[in-house]
T-cell receptor, first 115, second 113 residues
């Protein structure tokens, strides 16, 4: 079975602090895909990144960085120098081809960045 | 703007009624997914269509049905509505199936009173 666990329900940080959001996944697929989405207070889901299982290279995009480690089945997301606008719920998601054509989402981590 | 359009944005209706939610995918996207987001259930997968054909079904109630039309837009029909159906309903689309990222619409907030 496929499963995504985001153990951190809510995190509060002060502006300019770095914060890491954890994501642990389970899958029996040899090829799979991992995603992060942001859901700001306005409600829409915004795509941030996709990572293929065969590409373990870490990625950096501005203040955002992602650390993919197959050995620990984790795909963690770090925001450097957090800003109030980063306040949102962040979802990690998993997809694969084990007969179910869907994206499986974790329960989300609510990030509050305080000024 | 994700390019996925959902209408209406808000819907308030009474128990027992039937509603239709509409989704226009991004241009060129063949897959459409429907998700339900409620406070206590998180993002729950309902159903997926690819180029007009149903590909996967999740925890979709029998009172709910969906279809994807030849022009690739999709509709989610919810009938015999109950208070517990109140939620945010998202439509998403992707180019292929799940090997590419899905882009989500702004959602339809359904309130059943």
């Amino acid at each position: 079975a496929q499963k995504v666990t985001q153990a951190q329900t809510e995190i509060s940080v002060v502006e300019k602090e770095d914060v890491t959001l954890d994501c642990v996944y389970e899958t029996r697929d040899t090829t799979y895909y991992l995603f992060w989405y942001k859901q700001p207070p306005s409600g829409e889901l915004v795509f941030l990144i996709r990572r293929n299982s065969f590409d373990e290279q870490n990625e950096i995009s501005g203040r955002y960085s992602w650390n993919f480690q197959k050995s620990t089945s984790s795909f963690n997301f770090t925001i450097t120098a957090s800003q109030v606008v980063d306040s949102a719920v962040y979802f990690c998601a998993l997809s694969g081809f084990s007969g179910t054509y869907k994206y499986i989402f974790g329960t989300g981590t609510r990030l509050k960045v305080l000024a | 703007d994700s390019g996925v359009t959902q209408t209406p944005k808000h819907l308030i209706t009474a128990t027992g009624q039937r509603v239709t939610l509409r989704c226009s995918p991004r241009s060129g996207d063949l897959s459409v997914y429907w998700y339900q987001q409620s406070l206590d259930q998180g993002l729950q997968f309902l159903i997926q269509y690819y180029n007009g054909e149903e590909r996967a079904k999740g925890n979709i109630l029998e009172r709910f049905s969906a279809q994807q039309f030849p022009d690739l837009h999709s509709e989610l029909n919810l009938s015999s509505l109950e208070l517990g159906d109140s939620a945010l309903y998202f439509c998403a689309s992707s180019v292929g199936t799940v090997s590419t990222e899905a882009f989500f619409g702004q959602g339809t907030r359904l309130t059943v009173v």
